[in-house]
Structures are given as C-alpha cells and as structure tokens.
C-alpha cells in the first residue's frame, strides 16, 4: 500500500512545534518576536490545507468531523481536569477549591467553549482552531454553493 502523505506538511508542522518551544523557552526577545511572527499562523495554514475538501460539500460530515478531531477532546480533558479540581487544590497545585456552583458554571463554560483549567493552558489552540475550521467550512461549502449557482447561470446565456 503506497503512502501518499505529503512529508514537507509533516516538516512544516514539526518546525512550528520546535519553534513554539523555543518561543516558550524564555529565549531572547528578538528570538521570540521572530518565532512568534508566524508559527501559529503556520499551524492554521496546515490545518486549513489538510481539509478534506469533501467536508465542502458535505457540511454535516464536516461539522461531525471537526467536533470529533478539536471539540470532543477538549470537552473530555477539560471536564477530566474539573472533576480532578479540588483534589488538586488539597495538594497545592491550584490556590482555591470550586463550589458546586463554580463547578456546575465551570461545566457549562466548557462545553460552550468559553473556558478550560488553568493546567490545560494550551488549549486555547483547540478553540480557536475548532472555531476557524468551522467557520471556515461554512466560508468554503457557501463558496461553492455561489459557484455552482453561478455556472447555471451563465450556461443558460
């Protein structure tokens, strides 16, 4: 079976990761301005070039798609860590316990995405890439739908 993965999206992706690194390393800031001038944008573009290109046209697997990869996974780690809260506040990793009244609001905020723990800092990125992706499949499949109705158009002239 031949592979036909594209390997410089592979290198892509691991110099952004190695550049986010050092970016995070308390490198100097000429090193940090440079490094943070574009990996991230680098991390979109791949994502954004590696979209199955049937997720146009068919929006709703798209859409199940998109929540399976990015917001499924934030849910589940970030109501792992919720449930884990106060243990981890009896050991000093966080300074206050959660009420049930913050740790019902805590549950709602993550599945509407408005919020995480503390200890998942980096999934920020889930978010707005889950947000992006969406908007950006709504953005290509109306695209193509103007498209379509566009060549209709001018066949019958």
């Known amino acids: 079976m031949r592979n036909n993965r594209d390997k410089s999206l592979d290198i892509a992706k691991a110099i952004c ?27 979109f ?33 970030t109501l792992i860590f ?25 549950v709602i905020r993550t599945f509407t995405m408005t919020g995480s723990e503390s200890l998942l800092g980096g999934f920020w990125f889930l978010i707005s890439l889950f947000w992006a992706l969406i908007i950006s499949l709504f953005f290509f499949n109306t695209l193509s739908k103007a498209e379509v109705l566009t060549e209709k158009t001018f066949r019958g002239f």
């Not at 800031?29 to 944008?41: A, E």
């Not at 697997?61 to 780690?77: D, E, H, M, R």
């Not at 919720?82 to 805590?106: G, K």
Request: glycine fraction near 6%.
């Open 45 to 77: 573009f791949v994502s954004g070039w590696l979209l199955n290109e049937k997720y146009v046209t068919d929006l709703k697997t798209g859409l199940i798609q998109k929540a399976k990869g990015s917001y499924y996974p934030f849910v589940k780690w």
């Open 17 to 43: 990761i190695i550049l986010m690194v050092v970016g995070h390393s308390g490198c100097p800031t000429y090193l940090y301005d440079f490094v943070y001038m574009f990996h991230m944008p680098c991390f």
């Open 82 to 106: 919720l449930l884990f809260h106060n243990v981890f506040a009896s050991m000093h990793i966080y300074e206050n316990s959660y009420s049930w009244q913050t740790f019902i609001e805590r």
